[in-house]
């Protein structure tokens, strides 16, 4: 008995031996994580500084439309180009409003088909409560677009009669200008 004893004990403290050293030689989760860390690259960073523009700015189209000898004030190609810009701006917020409402659409449709075929009380029930979200979310949808359209149609106007106004201060300073 005796024997036994000292063999399990001997036995067993070979393996706490054992799985100890085994732990030694990994490294730990730190030294692992650095490891990680130094393998990485850096993030890069796009600045003003260190990306090429496709369009020169403002100041540098308002020189070249005075440097090729037209007589145009540079005051009338600022409003033109802010409204433009604004239309532009309105144009892309509108179509984006446009593009959510139908995917919101066709989830309810999905919704409303999945409805139709479902046997189970419990899915029946969240599909009418998602069904319902999207109806929502699409009358929603519908409330902000109609707001982007008027305000596109004012963008639009105010553009127009900008555009009419520095036609009409052009056509007076041509006249103005012959003999």
Known sequence: MKIKTILCLTTFSLMI???????????????????????????????????????PPVEDRKTAVVASGQTKAPQSVAPASKDSARVAELQKTLDSLKQNQAGWSKSAKDYENKLANETSDFRRQVYLEALENDRKN?????????DAQAALTRARAAASSQNGGAKTQESAMASNSRP
């Open 17 to 55: 031996g054992g799985v100890s050293c085994a732990q030694s030689d990994s490294p730990s989760l730190a030294e692992l994580a650095r490891q990680n860390q130094a393998d990485k690259k850096a993030a890069k960073v796009f600045t003003d500084d260190n990306t090429q523009r496709t369009a």
């Open 138 to 146: 699409v009358e929603s949808y519908q409330g902000q677009i109609n």
